[in-house]
């Protein structure tokens, strides 16, 4: 009795496992069908259906023609192209009749001029074999008459001597190990240099160029080269700050200084050290007191501190 209790209660639950309505039965029986035919054809394409020559024998009697050829693939893919009778050349610059008598079609001439009016050029004979409009085996016909080098020389770059300056007789010095001469790298004036200059700095691209000069105009200047580490752009960036001080130098001559005794709170509040609190205060206490006989004068008025006064000093003039 439990034996027979226990098959039925097996069946049951496989009953209730398929247990399906006719709509899910119908999509079921579709899927099933859908399966079947794609079984199927998968077998009649893989193990049943005879193989034709353009499938795979064709394919092997042309690979078995690679193998035996002592030419090797270029003897054999130069069978497929046009008879065209290559001469010396340099392929920039060349028009369409010349691509067509070196076997491209105008199709193909047009895509190398396309690429060439967005500013490319072939350097070495590789950059023209990496156009895709350039067949491979028609490359190797062309190969020994490109008039281009195989590849560029590698680039030396010259040794700079950032902190020594020129020998006692102006020259420049010579490697020590190989008597070879190499230029000394001069420092930029930072007040008169314009991007272009500073971007010929080693560690200054156009992002610190542009921030620098913008830091510049701020200020009127730069005082000293301690100044570089307020420059937005290089506020954490210490060690930066350290390599440009030693490439770079100060001209205090070339400040634009700000006349304590005449300007206006609109000159003097735009200034980094002075804001426009501290400029309401000076021009106040200039005109309670009268004009500044010197710039030190400055620590009179309350609201500037000593910091403000030794930072701001180098920007003011009392020269009427």
Known sequence: MARRRQQRNWREELKDLFAMHRGERRGFAVLLGLCILAAGWITWEQWI??????DGEELMIAWRKLQSDPNGHNSFAQR???????VAFDPNGLSVDQWARLGLSERQAASIHRFEERG??????SDLAKMRVVDPALFALWEPY??????????????????????SDGTARSDRAGGRSHPVQTRVELNTADSAALVAVRGIGPSFARSILRYRERLGGFANLEQLAEVPILRDKPDAVQKLRNQLSIDPDQLRRIPLNTCT??????????????????????????PFKNVADIAGCALV??????????????DE
């Open 305 to 318: 501190t000593d910091s403000i006064r030794a930072r701001i000093a180098p920007y003011l003039s009392v």
């Open 120 to 125: 490319g050029r072939f350097r070495t004979k």
């Open 146 to 167: 490109i008039q281009l080098p195989d590849s560029l020389p590698r680039r030396h770059w010259p040794r700079w001597e950032w902190d020594k300056g020129p020998t």
């Open 265 to 290: 709170v609109e000159q003097l509040g735009p200034h980094p050290y002075v804001g426009w609190k501290v400029a309401k205060a000076l021009v106040a206490y200039r005109n309670q007191h009268g």
């Open 49 to 54: 259906r005879p193989r034709s020559m353009k």
């Open 80 to 86: 497929r192209l046009p008879a065209i009778t290559p």
